[in-house]
């Protein structure tokens, strides 16, 4: 069987990357751009940073900021009707997973109309056309959506998050710079940035994992662990290898799926609205004991990658020693370990749902609903 890989067309990466927009824009002729960003980043003037560039060309814009921390159905429909009402014959999207996420599904209906009921585009939906041109620039390490073919909405109605896969939605180009992630609070520093330790290690012990895949994922894997603590005290080299290390797994585990901590985190998200990088951090020590016993030696070369000397270890040992390294990074970035929302009565829905959802199936070790419960009960 032939392994797939998909990748951005071009990627621009460093200090002072945006810079290279306008002439992106002006080498393809297009005339007015739709910007999707999140209120917050327009509110702060991150977004302006892109917008400044545009000005002094005398580029024509557009900006969309109806745009929620976990993207809805109702976000997508109205960014839809947005973008045919602005004239914009391309995109630009600027923020974290929330704008890109919105972006991606905005773009793939204008293109192919049929799916504008939105829920129609969940798992792998068949799409014949690409996404209107998109530059994707990243304000978080950690989603890395500018570099995948992923995204994920959440359907109100039903209480669920629901994941589309589809390599016609991967943005066009990738700016990523990380002078635009600098005024992350170190919260959101922490949070996204374990969301990208968990895409590394999903990743590299999925059951899709392949050679390719896997080097990229465990260099993410060291460079998440090297970074991460300086990113959150924003420290210039912190922020830099982060804002690598993200976009590293991102075209990594983009090609070769996730896990069951992701299933669950997506369930948290839905019901509580849990930050996802917040839920993926507190589920992932907790999944990578119960996946253990799957992961042949990859736990050590992990243990490894996170700084760990594996000397005289044997497997039993450098498998509690990757877990407690990943559970000492997520403390140490003050990510919580217990969820005060999760109530006993909800588990089954939860474990239902996770159980249901599209990241499932890529866990290194079969599961149940009943094995997700037990796994959710271990955050109360």
């Known amino acids: 069987m032939a392994n797939r890989f998909v990748l951005n067309g071009i990627s621009y990466h460093g200090k002072g990357a945006i810079m290279e927009i306008p002439g992106i824009i002006k080498s393809k002729g297009f005339q007015k751009a739709f910007i999707a960003s999140d209120p917050d980043l327009v509110k702060f003037n991150v977004t302006k940073k892109i917008t400044d560039l545009l000005d002094a060309e005398g580029m024509a814009y557009e900006v969309y900021s109806d745009i929620k921390p976990n993207p809805t159905i109702e976000n997508v429909k109205a960014g839809v009707a947005a973008y045919k009402a602005s004239g914009a014959d391309y995109m630009i999207t600027v923020g974290g997973g929330s704008s890109m996420d919105t972006g991606k599904a905005i773009g793939i209906i204008i293109n192919n109309p049929e799916f504008e009921d939105v829920r129609s585009l969940e798992g792998v939906a068949p799409t014949k056309n690409p996404t209107v041109f998109t530059i994707a620039v990243p304000t978080t390490a950690g989603t890395a959506a500018e570099a995948t073919i992923n995204y994920v909405i959440t359907d109100v109605e039903k209480k669920r998050k629901f994941v589309c896969v589809d390599v016609n939605?991967?943005?066009?180009?990738?700016?990523?710079?990380?002078?635009?992630?600098?005024?992350?609070?170190?919260?959101?520093?922490?949070?996204?940035?374990?969301?990208?330790?968990?895409?590394?290690?999903?990743g590299y012990t999925t059951k899709a994992a392949w050679e390719l895949a896997d080097c990229l994922n465990l260099e993410a894997i060291r460079l998440i662990a090297k970074n991460l603590r300086g990113a959150v005290q924003n420290e210039a080299e912190g922020r830099e290898g982060m804002a690598?290390?993200?976009?590293?797994?991102?075209?990594?585990?983009?090609?070769?799926?996730?896990?069951?901590?992701?299933?669950?985190?997506?369930?948290?998200?839905?019901?509580?609205?849990?930050?996802?990088?917040?839920?993926?951090?507190?589920?992932?020590?907790?999944?990578?004991?119960?996946?253990?016993?799957?992961?042949?030696?990859?736990?050590?070369?992990?243990?490894?990658?996170?700084?760990?000397?594996?000397?005289?270890?044997?497997?039993?040992?450098?498998?509690?020693?990757?877990?407690?390294?990943?559970?000492?990074?997520?403390?140490?970035?003050?990510?919580?370990?217990?969820?005060?929302?999760?109530?006993?009565?909800?588990?089954?829905?939860?474990?239902?749902?996770?159980?249901?959802?599209?990241?499932?199936?890529?866990?290194?070790?079969?599961?149940?609903?009943e094995d997700l419960k037990e796994l959710f009960r271990k955050l109360m």
């Open 169 to 202: 939605d991967i943005p066009n180009i990738a700016v990523v710079d990380p002078d635009m992630m600098a005024t992350m609070p170190k919260g959101l520093t922490a949070s996204t940035g374990m969301d990208a330790l968990t895409h590394a290690i999903e």
């Open 244 to 369: 690598l290390g993200q976009y590293v797994t991102g075209m990594a585990f983009s090609n070769v799926g996730l896990g069951i901590a992701h299933s669950m985190a997506h369930t948290l998200g839905a019901v509580y609205d849990t930050p996802h990088g917040v839920a993926c951090a507190m589920m992932l020590p907790i999944v990578m004991e119960y996946n253990a016993d799957c992961s042949g030696e990859k736990y050590k070369n992990i243990a490894e990658a996170m700084g760990v000397d594996t000397t005289g270890m044997d497997q039993e040992t450098y498998r509690k020693a990757a877990v407690e390294a990943v559970r000492q990074l997520s403390q140490d970035v003050g990510i919580p370990s217990k969820l005060e929302a999760l109530k006993e009565e909800d588990l089954d829905f939860l474990a239902e749902s996770a159980f249901a959802d599209a990241c499932c199936p890529g866990n290194p070790k079969d599961t149940c609903v």
